[in-house]
T-cell receptor, first 114, second 117 residues
């Protein structure tokens, strides 16, 4: 069965310190992997995606993620957190099982302290 | 380029009443998705359209939910009758389908927040 696990429901960092949001997946198929951010009362915005090209993917707002097949992970990082990064982050797996299947993680709420 | 448009943004109804949500996808996007997002959880797919055809509605509770996408553009999601447990945010998304569709980015609308009393 396919699944996505975001290992932390909440992460709290101080402004200017690094951010690490962890995501592990399980899939029998080659996946595409996405990170989305959701600010309060807003729609989901794509941060970055991996689609079988370079394993280190750079996204918007200074975020990046590395696809590690051996660890089945796709962790999201940012060198220096900004107050505006406070939001909910979702890791998403999409696979082709004959039809396209999309699986969202449960989300990680990022808090940024001044 | 305009994004995915949804209306209404908020809806409060009493249980057993009907409710409908509308979505206008990004121009040129063949694929349209409806998701339900319960509080504190990730979105779950309800239905996916490719053009006007519903190609995945396996998670749609068909006893009370229905959807349509006339002419392969706008879509409407309906609940009749609504239950307390239907309170959630209903998200619409769209994407192009070209080649490996599972690699395509989904673009999300702002959602409709439904409260059933």
């Amino acid at each position: 069965a396919q699944s996505v696990t975001q290992l932390d429901s909440h992460v709290s960092v101080s402004e200017g310190t690094p951010v690490l949001l962890r995501c592990n997946y399980s899939s029998s198929y080659s996946p595409s992997l996405f990170w989305y951010v959701q600010h309060p009362n807003k729609g989901l915005q794509l941060l970055l995606k991996y689609t079988s090209a370079a394993t280190l993917v750079k996204g918007i707002n200074g975020f990046e993620a590395e696809f590690k097949k051996s660890e089945t992970s796709f962790h999201l990082t940012k060198p220096s957190a900004h107050m505006s990064d406070a939001a909910e982050y979702f890791c998403v797996v999409r696979i082709n099982t004959g039809g396209f299947k999309t699986i969202f993680g449960a989300g990680t709420r990022l808090f940024v302290k001044a | 380029e305009a994004g995915v448009v949804q209306s209404p943004r908020y809806k409060i109804i009493e249980k057993k009443q009907p409710v409908a949500f509308w979505c206008n996808p990004i121009s040129g996007h063949n694929t349209l998705y409806w998701y339900r997002q319960n509080l504190g959880q990730g979105p779950e797919l309800l239905i996916r359209y490719e053009n006007e055809e519903a190609v995945d509605d396996s998670q749609l509770p068909k006893d009370r939910f229905s959807a349509e996408r006339l002419k392969g553009v706008d879509s409407t999601l309906k609940i009749q009758p609504a239950e307390l447990g239907d309170s959630a945010v209903y998200l619409c998304a769209s994407s192009k389908v070209a080649g490996k569709g599972y690699q395509e980015t989904q673009y999300f609308g702002p959602g409709t927040r439904l409260l059933v009393l």
